[in-house]
């Protein structure tokens, strides 16, 4: 197909800010794993789709299927509805109270908008 342009389980932005491998990357309301380690303006590649181990707020507890945001400001995971947040996917694990970290499975697609 000539219009092709990728198979979107990945996307190429410009960082915004430096980003390691691993982490959770907000640009605007499109979320994703950085697939390697970018410098501010440098190109980095983000995985939109599959399940990740990410950081999350610690003083929460996910059930399986709960909605999870990302707070853009730290790319942190959380399941609060603040305002900014971004709906990123669900928790596929159950995460305790405290927790550095949870199973998120990503959504893939940006929604309407910011929480």
Same mark, same amino acid.
Request: glycine content about 12%; hydrophobic content about 50%; some cysteine.
């Given at each position: 197909?000539?219009? &092709?342009?990728s /198979?979107?389980?990945?996307? +190429?932005?410009?960082? $915004? !800010? /430096?980003?390691v491998?691993?982490?959770? =990357?907000? $640009?605007g309301?499109l979320?994703?794993?950085?697939? *390697? /380690? !970018? &410098?501010?303006?440098?190109?980095?590649? &983000?995985?939109?789709?599959?399940?990740?181990?990410?950081s999350?707020?610690?003083?929460?507890?996910? +059930?399986?299927?709960? @909605?999870?945001? #990302?707070?853009? !400001?730290? *790319?942190?995971?959380?399941? $609060?509805? +603040? $305002?900014?947040?971004?709906?990123?996917?669900?928790?596929? @694990?159950?995460a @305790?109270?405290?927790?550095? +970290?949870?199973? =998120?499975? &990503?959504?893939?697609?940006?929604? #309407?908008? !910011?929480?």
């Open positions: 197909m000539k219009n &092709l342009v /198979d979107g389980n990945t996307i +190429t932005i410009t960082a $915004a !800010a /430096d980003a491998s691993g982490q959770l =990357v907000v $640009a309301l979320a994703g794993v950085a697939q *390697g /380690d !970018a &410098l501010t303006g440098a190109s980095l590649v &983000l995985a939109i789709g599959g399940t990740y181990e990410l999350k707020t610690s003083a929460q507890a996910w +059930t399986v299927g709960q @909605a999870i945001y #990302a707070v853009p !400001a730290t *790319g942190l995971c959380t399941t $609060a509805t +603040t $305002a900014g947040n971004v709906l990123v996917g669900v928790a596929a @694990a159950v @305790a109270n405290p927790s550095a +970290t949870g199973i =998120v499975r &990503l959504n893939g697609t940006a929604p #309407a908008a !910011a929480v």
